[in-house]
């Protein structure tokens, strides 16, 4: 079974430049999640979907950053204009939810970005 | 605030010992635990998931949770070189779907 699918797997960028991150879930998984990770730190949510809503994007900064789940399964991640701040890992994950049952969530392997 | 607690380390143990990891979460209704392990420039690999109180043995592997105590651990047997990397304790605070928790990470350094 194929995992979690990122592109591209690094990306340099000027600063006020966007930048966009696609993902492709685990088949069949119902819950995708978009994280961000600094240096030494853990992965922090920026927003997660269920299917093709999306039902917590509390944490994602609206003014630079949006997101999208077309069809409940691809998604896009997009930063315009980015900032030297938002150099970090974007780590999409993904997991097949089910009430009152265990959710296991599966990494892919992370966009590095760099914003100069 | 949720948080999840882990010591930064570094955690040095020499081959062949037994290395503890050790993870303290603050919201009392969780309901799920997973250790994670992530090498350095890689992404989290799951590596134990435990959702009711003791232990869940997989393994060199051990989990213990403990939810009176709100507190959630890691054995590993036997460490390997192989094994030296970031230890990230990721708790689910309420249902599945729900966006994981994650701590700092504990970097654990195995010597030949």
């Known amino acids: 079974e194929a995992g979690v699918v990122q592109s591209p797997r690094y990306k340099i960028i000027e600063k006020k430049q966007p930048v966009a991150f696609w993902c492709n879930p685990i088949s069949g998984h119902n819950t995708l999640y978009w994280y961000l990770q600094n240096l030494g730190q853990g992965p922090e949510l920026l927003i997660r979907?269920?299917?093709?809503?999306?039902?917590?994007d509390s944490q994602l900064p609206k003014d630079r950053f949006s997101a999208e789940r077309l069809k409940g399964v691809d998604s896009t991640l997009k930063i315009q204009p980015a900032e030297l701040g938002d150099s970090a890992v974007y780590l999409c994950a993904s997991s097949l939810a089910t009430a009152g049952g265990p959710d296991t969530q599966y990494f892919g392997p992370g966009t590095r970005l760099t914003v100069l | 605030q949720k948080e999840v607690e882990q010591n930064s380390g570094p955690l040095s143990v020499p081959e062949g010992a037994i290395a503890s990891l050790n993870c303290t979460y603050s919201d009392r209704g969780s309901q799920s635990f997973f250790w994670y392990r992530q090498y350095s420039g890689k992404s989290p690999e799951l590596i134990m998931s435990i959702y009711s109180n003791g232990d869940k043995e997989d393994g060199r592997f051990t989990a213990q949770l403990n939810k009176a105590s709100q507190y959630v651990s890691l054995l590993i047997r036997d460490s390997q070189p192989s094994d030296s990397a970031t230890y990230l304790c990721?708790?689910?605070?309420?249902?599945?779907?729900?966006?994981?928790?994650f701590g700092k990470g504990t970097t654990l350094s195995v010597s030949s």
């Open positions: 979907y269920e299917n093709e809503e999306a039902v917590d």
């Open positions: 990721a708790v689910n605070p309420n249902q599945a779907g729900t966006a994981l928790i």
